[in-house]
């Protein structure tokens, strides 16, 4: 069993912010003519900023599969075998608590999430 990062990992992590400023179209992604700046996201029915610490795994999703060229038709979907290894990843990050997940509702799907805060110095 492997105890650092994986490489998938390590891209999430460090393109959360990135992804989140790129603004690329994902499901979800809420295009509001009035606040087309990147952090509008549509969930559930309901339109809303996200809060300049949490991050749309969705965004991250697209950014990563986008920059790898895993996209196709044209470039309108993630290909499978890459949203798998995606998702697998996030699941480890979540479970290593590098991200917390901020959408616990009914759903066992993580959408929304943030880095925990840096521990407190002794």
Request: hydrophobic content about 35%.
């Amino acid at each position: 069993m492997s105890r650092g990062l994986g490489r998938m990992q390590r891209d999430i992590l460090d393109t959360l912010d990135e992804a989140k400023a790129a603004a690329l179209p994902y499901q979800g992604r809420s295009i509001l003519l009035t606040h087309p700046e990147p952090g509008w996201v549509s969930h559930r029915g309901q339109r809303f900023r996200m809060d300049g610490d949490c991050y749309d795994l969705r965004a991250s999703l697209r950014f990563l599969a986008h920059r790898a060229g895993q996209t196709y038709a044209p470039e309108a979907y993630v290909c499978g075998a890459f949203q798998s290894s995606f998702s697998r990843a996030a699941r480890g990050l979540l479970a290593r608590g590098l991200l917390t997940a901020t959408n616990r509702g009914h759903s066992r799907h993580v959408r929304f999430v943030r880095r925990p805060p840096p521990p407190e110095p002794d």
